[in-house]
């Protein structure tokens, strides 16, 4: 397996505009995450979703953030409108059991 | 009581050195402790990882100490090597039957010099 595949790595957007980030999970994993990492913050979940339902979206920062996942093997998660606070280095993980989640390369986002 | 506390926030050792990265937690319930280890650029990647039925787990170079009274784990890097330069974060989780999530410490940036 590729392991935990996001796309892009890199993405730099002017504020205002709309951010799509993507993420293909391990197969047959159950379990998919979304997380921002940042210097001040270090990592933070937002949302992660069980069998593409998601079970816990408490760490979305604001309506601005949207996630989904229409199958087993592709998730979104959409910043709209972007602002440059929202600068940081997203990952996607996944996983089959509690704690053994695998990461994706991350998505490095610029909003300038 | 959620938060898992990690010290130090940056360490360097010499070549050959002992790392020691500690981390405290409040709930009680966190029953999955691991260990993550994050190069820059990468992702964080699954280093290892203990259960608090166990006092010790060693892997290669790499032990996780755990002491379930005091609500304490740490990682020791024994014969620590330039290429052990990296960022670690200890984790936690609990058994939850509505899902499965991990709470991060705040990560150690450690450097080792040659």
């Known amino acids: 397996d590729a392991g935990v595949i996001q796309s892009p790595r890199h993405e730099v957007t002017e504020m205002g505009q709309e951010v799509t980030l993507r993420c293909k999970p391990i197969?047959?994993?159950?379990?998919l995450f979304w997380y921002r990492q940042t210097m001040m913050r270090g990592l933070e979940l937002l949302i992660y979703?069980?069998?593409?339902?998601?079970?816990?979206d408490s760490g979305m920062p604001e309506d601005r953030f949207s996630a989904k996942m229409p199958n087993a093997s592709f998730s979104t998660l959409k910043i709209q409108p972007s602002e440059p606070r929202d600068s940081a280095v997203y990952f996607c993980?996944?996983?089959?059991?509690?704690?053994?989640?695998?990461f994706g390369q991350g998505t490095r986002l610029t909003v300038v | 009581q959620q938060q898992v506390k990690q010290s130090p926030q940056s360490l360097i050792v010499q070549k050959g050195g002992i790392s020691i990265i500690n981390c405290a937690y409040e709930?009680?319930?966190?029953?999955?402790f691991p260990w993550y280890q994050q190069f820059p650029g990468k992702g964080p990647a699954l280093l290892i990882a203990?259960?608090?039925?166990?006092s010790e787990k060693k892997e290669g170079r790499f032990t996780i100490s755990f002491n379930k009274s005091a609500k304490q784990f740490s990682l020791h890097i024994m014969d620590s090597q330039p290429g052990d330069s990296a960022t670690y974060f200890c984790?936690?989780?609990?058994?939850?039957?509505?899902?499965?999530?991990?709470?991060f410490g705040e990560g150690t940036q450690l450097t080792v010099n040659p």
């Open positions: 979703f069980n069998n593409n339902v998601p079970i816990d």
């Open positions: 993980a996944s996983s089959l059991i509690v704690g053994s989640a695998f």
């Open positions: 984790a936690a989780s609990t058994k939850e039957t509505s899902g499965s999530r991990l709470t």
């Open positions: 709930n009680t319930a966190f029953d999955y």
């Open positions: 203990i259960r608090p039925d166990v």
């Open positions: 197969s047959g994993h159950d379990y």
